[in-house]
């Protein structure tokens, strides 16, 4: 991810390309555990999305459904760059771009609404030689999907997809190489996938990986942000139309197939947004320029940070829900907070 702060501005990103098909290879069984370790957490619940009309709860298609500002006792938590939820809508893993897993479970009540965060615990991320990933290339860990019990989960500056095991007690062992396209070691150093996702069924190409860069890379149409279908019965590269200087900082699919994508924007002078498109899966194929509804675009009258982790699960009650996180990239002038929202489809 582009390091962010309301001192700098946002990096610009990466490349594409035709490349092979590609298959992932046979999962290795995790043998290593981690050192979990607790952090406390100190919470402040949100009043409200807006800042003006605290009382305010529908946003569009969105009804909002609480947040939490949250601050760690260890240092290495924070950072929050990716992650999955699990069905009941509590528990998740997610991992921070300084490459640990933190895992926890929300507090919610009966209607869904966001009230706490609880047993948290967060633990190093081994790489494929078995040292912390934080000392090695694969330090800076972005976009974060789920299948089945693997982990994918991309990494910035080595520009590269790693697969994990998941244990009884969440991820274990260390990661595993996931071969690529040649096109994704062309990004630039700070600026590699940001989003990753699985194509679901009726898509025309269920169970792929699906990969997204953060922005455009240098010389080529700022406008069209590039991703990749990889593996399955039929990969390539695709583009993703940008506007209004947002940048991509996560994917996720409704239970009925389109993809959402979550956006962020920050300027200087006016701080960071967030944005969430919703793009028809019947259009996600190679060679296609992908653009779609605007869900919402929320600016700093909003309680936003980086947003940069959507999680999306079902209801008891059949409604969709959104859980969004952000990444503080460990600044004192920058906030970790969730949002939950139910979507109206």
């Known amino acids: 991810m582009a390091r ?9 990103l990466p490349a594409l ?40 709860r529908d946003f569009g298609p969105l009804t909002f459904l609480g947040g939490i500002e949250m601050r760690g006792d260890r240092p290495d938590f924070g950072g929050i760059s990716s992650g999955v939820i699990e069905p009941d809508g509590k528990g998740f893993i ?42 090695t290339r694969f330090f800076d860990t972005e976009g974060m999907v789920r299948q089945g019990n693997r982990l994918y989960v991309s990494v910035e500056h080595a520009h590269q997809v790693l697969r994990f095991e998941i244990g009884p007690n969440g991820p274990a062992g260390r ?50 942000i590039p991703g990749w279908i990889i593996g399955g019965p039929q990969p390539g590269a695709f583009f993703l139309s940008r506007s209004g200087n947002f940048d991509i900082t996560d994917l996720g699919f409704l239970p009925g197939g389109d993809m959402l994508v979550l956006e962020r924007r920050f300027s200087p002078f006016w701080g960071v947004a967030m944005r ?11 060679g296609a320029l992908l653009d779609g509804e605007v869900l919402i675009d929320a600016n700093m009258a909003y309680h936003v940070d980086n947003m940069e982790t959507l999680m999306i699960h079902r209801a008891a009650d059949g409604r969709v829900i959104l859980t969004i996180l952000s990444d503080d990239n ?10 939950r929202f139910a979507y109206r489809e």
Not at 22 to 51: C, I
Not at 115 to 132: F, H, K, Q, S, T
Not at 217 to 223: E, F, H
């Open 4 to 12: 962010l702060s309301r001192r700098g501005l946002l990096a610009a």
């Open 17 to 56: 390309a035709a490349f092979p098909r590609v298959a992932f290879p046979q999962a290795a069984p995790a043998t290593e555990t981690f050192d979990w370790q607790p952090v406390r957490l100190k919470v402040h619940q949100l009043s409200g999305f807006s800042v003006l009309e605290p009382e305010r």
């Open 94 to 135: 997610a991992a921070s771009d300084q490459s640990h897993w933190i895992l926890g479970r929300f507090i919610t009540d009966a209607e869904e609404h966001l009230l706490g965060i609880e047993n948290v615990r967060l633990a190093a991320m081994m790489a494929p030689d078995g040292r912390r990933m934080k000392n």
């Open 175 to 224: 990661g595993t190489v996931v071969p690529t396209p040649d096109d994704l070691r062309k990004l630039n150093n700070n600026q590699g996938i940001e989003a990753l996702g699985i194509m679901p069924p009726g898509s025309r190409s269920p169970g792929s990986l699906i990969a997204i860069a953060e922005h455009a890379p240098r010389g080529m149409d700022p406008a069209r």
């Open 276 to 286: 969430l498109r919703r793009i028809p899966l019947a259009r996600i194929t190679a």
């Open 330 to 339: 460990f600044s004192i002038l920058q906030r970790n907070i969730a949002l």
